[in-house]
């Protein structure tokens, strides 16, 4: 079988299993799953919409984050791990947005990657759920389970974004990788997949290799 036409068949048995494909940090404004995402780093999407709720309800702007009070936004995000780091990257990026492109979010991975503590995986979910642009969000859920199906080789984000991108519909592309997370939440949990009631069971490599029926 061709590495595109399993793609395909993971890309329609997960738009099958999970109909609405969507994000599940919550936000308003673009710039806001900006840096939503980058609280998302080693924390969980429950405990930082948490965290935004107030954080964005306090800071209505990319003026205001510009001007913040670096302890302030530090104290709100605590809760999400390595706090200093990223309250230090939400003013930064707040900053250059607002001196070096007009307050504009920009609409290429090329670009939001120029931001500070901004990454591929990122700057590929902007692109995808803001703009609407083919993007490939390669995140721990998605190398674990495309490696497990046989579609990419390797841990290395970059590597398997590009692998991908050469056998994915790319008109599809992002709301495969939202139900990746999705399926591995729900059935290809880390260290113990349910490949028995998995909708992919009869292409995956893991699955056949380790006869699933």
Do not use: W
């Not at 913040?68 to 709100?76: F, K, P, Q």
């Not at 859920?141 to 692998?163: A, F, S």
């Not at 992919?200 to 893991?206: A, E, G, L, R």
């Amino acid at each position: 079988m061709e590495l595109n036409e399993k793609a395909l068949m993971a890309v329609d048995a997960l738009e099958k299993q999970y109909p609405e494909a969507i994000c599940s940090l919550i936000y308003e404004r673009p710039y806001e799953l900006l840096m939503s995402t980058r609280l998302a780093a080693q924390c969980t999407d429950v405990r930082v919409n948490i965290v935004t709720k107030d954080l964005f309800a306090k800071y209505r702007s990319l003026e205001e984050f510009k001007n913040a009070s670096l302890e302030d936004v530090e104290n709100i995000i605590k809760s999400c791990g390595l706090y200093k780091t990223k309250a230090r990257d939400l003013i930064a990026m707040a900053t250059m947005l607002v001196d070096e492109y007009d307050g504009i979010l920009p609409d290429t991975v090329e670009e939001l990657t120029k931001l500070p503590g901004i990454g591929r995986k990122t700057a590929n979910l902007v692109v995808g759920d803001i703009f609407h642009k083919p993007a490939v969000v390669c995140d721990t859920h998605c190398i674990r389970i495309t490696n497990l199906l046989g579609l990419t080789k390797g841990k290395d984000p970059y590597k398997v974004e590009m692998q991908l991108r050469k056998i994915l519909p790319m008109d599809r592309a992002n709301d495969f990788c939202h139900r990746l997370v999705l399926h591995g939440r729900d059935t290809c949990v880390a260290n113990r997949p349910k490949c028995t009631v998995c909708c992919m069971k009869s292409f995956c490599t893991y699955a056949l290799e380790n006869s699933v029926e």
